[in-house]
């Protein structure tokens, strides 16, 4: 099962109503064919209603935990877009990620 997979799997627990994860480690210095370690992660749920970003970040990685290379994962770089229902409604898209200066400057 691909990196992607497993973490789309573990974010399960969030109920999400969308999630969206984009590999970017193409655009990262040192990508090499079918490197999955910089992701972009798009993610809506109630689980997310009345805490802080910190809180719902925090969420993420309990789940994401065992995918990060602090616990010997393949996931370097995950960069988090958590929304509640309600603001993605108003928002409807994640920021764009900024340029990797090894890469693409």
């Avoid at 805490?51 to 994962?73: D, E, M, N």
Wanted: charged residues 15%; hydrophobic residues 40%; glycine residues 8%.
């Amino acid at each position: 099962m691909s990196t992607a997979d497993q973490l789309t799997e573990y974010l399960q627990d969030l109920n999400p109503t969308h999630l969206a994860l984009e590999n970017e480690s193409m655009q990262h210095a040192g990508y090499f064919e079918g490197k999955e370690s910089h992701f972009k992660l798009t993610i809506v749920s109630e689980a997310f209603a009345g805490k802080r970003p910190v809180a719902r970040h925090q969420q993420v990685y309990a789940l994401a935990g065992p995918l990060l290379t602090s616990a010997g994962g393949t996931i370097h770089a995950l960069a988090i877009h958590a929304y509640t229902p309600d603001e993605w409604a108003a928002t409807g898209a994640a920021p764009d990620s900024p340029l990797c200066a090894g890469k693409n400057n």
